[in-house]
Each structure stands twice: as structure tokens, then as C-alpha cells.
């Protein structure tokens, strides 16, 4: 007799452990053992077993989802700005004009480890309401060793504390800091010779991410910082073509990256190169929106050269200050043409694939994380279907209801 730990029933899966489609097991079962699934299938199939039984009561189970790209610890917020651009302030004007990412960065290096913990709490138990169970979390709002770390460090916690699976970036490279105003090569120096080594040496920073924007790093500073990375063993990953074309996805893929995120001016040539190096599409509608972006990112295209696209909230205090990944997942399917089943892939399998954990979480199967969500829903298009709501019945993360 197999020994289980606990053994869930009463629903509908969506396993999404298929490339082309729900992967739908009707009247499903999960097995679950150490945290992981040990079983799944139709019920009625399921071995005999001693375990505890849970129904859960109908609707459908999904992979826990994944937001594979947030900066959710930051100080202070950016609402001031928001009724700016409401009056026709543009994004890249107030970041130039020392708003912007800037303003975080005194508000982020003024706020103590509590503050930030306490205010970023509070983000993440909204995009865990709405079904997230696993979360990456960026720096980049620090830009000095210190305030990096801090970063960093608050998002680990948050990690320890609450119940979600959390990969840290390191986001040094995001923006210029006042005090290396006209030296941004110098800064770099800090980034590659200092924050990078440290945090890496702390087991702070699963990845590093840059951005690579006319108001950020040009493609030559985000490659010294991916040399940097790579010294250290850590993966990378890049904001790239979001504001302009600076070509930074062409350098993510020769750099075998995760992901390169936001791709709205994406070249057809960088396409194809992020396709060749299996680099991730992470698209971000709520950005998108946000800043009322007129140019699409080239889906039709990255559909036909089978590059996996994943979808996050970015949260953050300028450009996105989202706390739904499904709100993100119905932005797709209106504004991008995503399909349904592509929006629910892009926040769970391909989410999980940009974090370098395709292999243990996203996808409901034997071997993997036990963490799912069930939905009080008749059909998996509802999660894009419906706007807001409270679709979540139960959450778990390593087979346990939280
Ligand atoms: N792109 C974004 O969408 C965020 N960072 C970035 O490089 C915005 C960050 C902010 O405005 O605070
Ligand atoms: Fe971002």
C-alpha cells in the first residue's frame, strides 16, 4: 500500500503538465508526500491508501501561480506621480526630472528592514489572495551595497515568513543613483566589483537582472553586469525593449537567459534569437497599461517561434502598482491576444520556467512541488475571464491548506 500524507479529492484538475492544453483530469485526485505529489489522476484510480482524505469541495485545481517578476519591496509610494501622468506627464520625462525610480530609491534607503517588511507583507498577501504561491522578488530600488542587501535580505524574510516559494533577483543595475550622476560606467564598477560579489557571497540573489533602456544601461554596461553574473554562478535575466529598441534581448539570449521581460519593442531578429537560446518571454500588461503603451509586443510572433511566454504583475510603485496576476491574465487575453489556456500556461509552467524552476513547480505532476490552488470556477478560461472577485477557495504550498 503506498503511504501518502495527505490525499486531495472533490474537483477538477488543470494539471498544465501538457505543452497543449489544460492537461484536464476530470474528478481528479492528489497525492501528496514531503510537500510533493506523489500521486495524481482520476479518483477513481486512485490506489488504496491509509492517509487522510480531504474533499475540497468542487470547482477546479490549478498549479499554485507563479508571478516570475515583482518588485514588491520598496519605500514610500509613487501616487503623486500617478495624477502627474494623469495630467500628461510622461514616464520618461519625471524619471529624467529625478522622479521616477529614483524617488524610490531615497524613500527605499530612508525606510528600516521593518518598514520595508511590514509594507511588502501586505502586497504579497494580495497577490496571494488571488492565487500566487510562488513569487520572485527584485532589489534595484537600493543601488549601494547597503540598501541591496537590505532589499534583499526583507525578501528573504518575507520568504521564511509567509507561506509562498520566493527566488530573489538582484537588481542593481536598474537605474543611475543621484551620487553617480555622469558616471554611469563607474557605477557599473560598483555593480560588477561590489553588490554582485557580495550578495552572491551572502546566498542573497538567485539571478541578476538589469535594465537596459535609454533612461537605465546601455547594452555594453548590462553585458559587463552579466560577466559579473555569470563569475558568480547566477543566472540572468533582463528589462529589455520596453520603452525603445536598444537590442538588450538579442544580449539576454547570447547570455542563455531566463527571461527577457516587458519586449514591446522587441526586433524580429532578437525574436529569434530568444528562441534559439530558450531565453522566456515575460510579458507585462499591467506596465503596459499603466503607462498607456500604444505598441504591442510582437505575440503573434513569439507564438509562431514557439518561445514560451510568461506573464507577471511586475509590481512596482512607478509602472505597475498591480496585486492581481489574474487581472494580468485577462490584460493579456484583451489587449495582447493571448488565449485563455496561453494566460493560465504564461502564470504557471512558463512563470515557473522563467524562474529556472521548470522542473519542480508550475505543473501539477508526480515529482513536483505540491502547491495548487483550487478555484471556485466551472471552466479554466473563467481565471482570465473574470475581473476581480474572490475566486480562491483553498491554497497550498507543499500540501498544505493555507
Ligand atoms: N521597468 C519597470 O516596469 C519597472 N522597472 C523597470 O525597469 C518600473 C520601476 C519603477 O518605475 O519604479
Ligand atoms: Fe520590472
Not at 220 to 243: M, S, T
Request: charged share 20%; aromatic share 6%.
Amino acid at each position: 500500500m503506498p503511504s501518502f500524507d495527505t490525499v486531495y479529492v472533490g474537483f477538477n484538475a488543470a494539471t498544465m503538465a501538457s505543452n497543449s492544453d489544460y492537461g484536464t483530469i476530470k474528478d481528479a485526485a492528489i497525492a501528496v508526500k514531503n510537500g510533493h505529489i506523489e500521486w495524481i489522476g482520476p479518483a477513481c484510480d486512485l490506489p488504496e491508501h491509509k492517509a487522510t482524505t480531504v474533499n475540497l469541495g468542487g470547482g477546479w485545481v490549478t498549479p499554485g501561480l507563479v508571478d516570475c517578476h515583482t518588485h514588491i519591496v520598496f519605500g514610500g509610494d509613487r501616487s503623486s506621480e500617478y495624477e502627474m501622468r494623469l495630467q500628461g506627464a510622461n514616464y520618461e520625462a519625471i524619471a529624467k526630472a529625478g522622479g521616477g525610480i529614483v524617488s524610490t530609491v531615497v524613500d527605499t534607503r530612508k525606510a528600516s528592514a521593518q518598514q520595508l517588511l511590514e509594507s511588502a507583507k501586505k502586497r504579497l498577501h494580495g497577490l496571494m489572495a488571488d492565487g500566487v504561491t510562488c513569487i520572485e522578488v527584485k532589489s534595484g530600488y537600493g543601488l549601494d551595497l547597503a540598501t541591496e542587501t537590505k532589499m534583499l535580505r526583507v525578501a528573504r524574510t518575507l520568504g521564511e515568513e509567509l507561506s509562498v516559494t520566493l527566488r530573489t533577483s538582484c537588481l542593481a543595475a536598474h537605474a543611475l543613483p543621484q551620487e553617480y550622476q555622469g558616471r554611469a560606467d563607474a557605477y557599473i564598477d560598483l555593480v560588477c566589483d561590489e553588490i554582485i560579489p557580495s550578495l552572491a557571497k551572502a546566498g542573497l540573489a538567485d539571478a541578476v537582472d538589469g535594465f537596459c533602456e535609454g533612461i537605465a544601461f546601455s547594452v555594453a554596461q548590462i553585458e559587463r553586469v552579466f560577466k559579473a553574473a555569470l563569475a558568480h554562478n547566477l543566472p540572468v535575466k533582463l528589462h529589455a525593449e520596453q520603452l525603445s529598441n536598444l537590442g538588450g534581448s538579442g544580449l539576454a539570449a547570447r547570455y542563455k537567459a531566463l527571461s527577457s521581460d516587458h519586449l514591446e519593442y522587441l526586433s524580429d531578429a532578437d525574436a529569434v534569437a530568444m528562441a534559439a537560446a530558450g531565453t522566456v518571454a515575460v510579458i507585462l500588461p499591467g506596465a503596459f497599461f499603466c503607462l498607456k503603451e500604444t505598441k504591442l509586443p510582437p505575440i503573434q510572433r513569439l507564438r509562431e517561434l514557439g518561445v514560451p511566454m510568461a506573464i507577471a504583475s511586475d509590481c512596482n510603485p512607478g509602472s505597475a502598482p498591480v496585486l492581481s496576476l489574474r487581472l494580468m491574465m485577462s490584460m493579456a487575453c484583451t489587449l495582447f491576444g493571448f488565449t485563455p489556456l496561453e494566460a493560465l500556461q504564461g502564470v504557471t509552467r512558463h512563470g515557473a520556467q522563467a524562474l529556472g524552476l521548470g522542473q519542480s513547480h508550475g505543473q501539477l505532476k508526480v515529482g513536483y512541488a505540491a502547491d495548487f490552488v483550487c478555484w471556485d470556477i466551472q471552466q479554466p478560461a473563467e481565471l482570465s475571464y473574470w475581473l476581480g472577485g474572490q475566486l480562491v477557495k483553498h491554497r497550498a504550498v507543499a500540501g498544505q491548506i493555507t
